[in-house]
């Protein structure tokens, strides 16, 4: 829901793409929770209603074309690809936090080794970075922050799953620590389309994180004019 507290206020222009400066970060779709096979969809279909989740995997299989063009525009014009996932240090994830996943003890069904693996369709390609987080937000259980203030990157480009959760609280973190931050509206997806749409309301408010279509940002990346870098 609109804020109107920001009406009272210019909105901000979004930041333009800047070679060199720009990181495109897909969040979470991994076989764990963007896959009927995965842990999530074990788990509804072990407790008898796999129906609660039917459009959160209709809503997957939209975005999937559009952050596969979107990452092929990125590699055609040698910018950086960057890849989130939940990957836990445990069996049971009792290192992860509990805000963020039920707590082991109460955890129905186990993972498996497959549960970490991106879909292949996203999934990433020689020498493009892998994070591997046990919370929420990439930014709070990753050093992703100085890797990218090393390299000079200041503007994040997001996709991923799900728009109200770790999407929306890795981009309000990124946007806190300073970066320009510009959301995929048809690059990420929730388990419901209202909330999806809910979160990018909120996100959207004063124009503290843009928001731009796969098509917008592809373009935008392509005019860029970058020579892809060797072995990505």
């Not at 299989?61 to 910018?79: H, K, M, T, Y």
């Not at 320009?180 to 999806?196: M, Q, W």
Request: net charge negative; charged share 25%; glycine share 10%.
């Amino acid at each position: 829901m609109h804020d109107p507290f920001y009406d009272f206020f210019p909105k901000r222009e979004p930041a333009p793409l800047v070679a060199g400066e720009v990181a495109l970060v897909t969040i979470d779709l991994q076989y764990l929770d963007a896959h009927t096979d995965g842990w999530v969809g074990r788990v509804a279909g072990a407790d008898g209603r796999p129906e609660l989740l039917a459009s959160r995997w209709k809503g997957i299989d939209e975005i999937l074309p559009n952050v596969n063009a979107v990452q092929g525009a990125f590699r055609e014009a040698g910018q950086e690809l960057i890849h989130v996932r939940v990957a836990y240090r445990t069996v049971d994830g009792r290192d992860g936090g509990k805000a963020y996943m039920p707590s082991a003890d109460v955890e129905p069904l186990p993972r498996d080794s497959r549960d970490d693996e991106f879909l292949p369709e996203v999934a990433p390609r020689e020498n493009e970075m892998i994070f591997n987080k046990t919370s929420a937000s990439v930014f709070s259980s990753t050093g992703i922050d100085k890797v990218l203030q090393r390299m000079g990157i200041k503007h994040l480009v997001m996709t991923g799953i799900v728009t109200d959760g770790c999407v929306e609280l890795s981009s309000r973190d990124a946007a806190d620590r300073g970066y320009a931050v510009t959301l995929i509206t048809d690059g990420c997806s929730a388990s419901t389309p209202e909330a999806h749409d809910d979160a990018l309301q909120r996100m959207n408010d004063g124009g503290f994180i843009a928001l731009k279509t796969s098509a917008e940002i592809t373009e935008e990346v392509g005019a860029l004019n970058v020579p892809a870098k060797s072995g990505t």
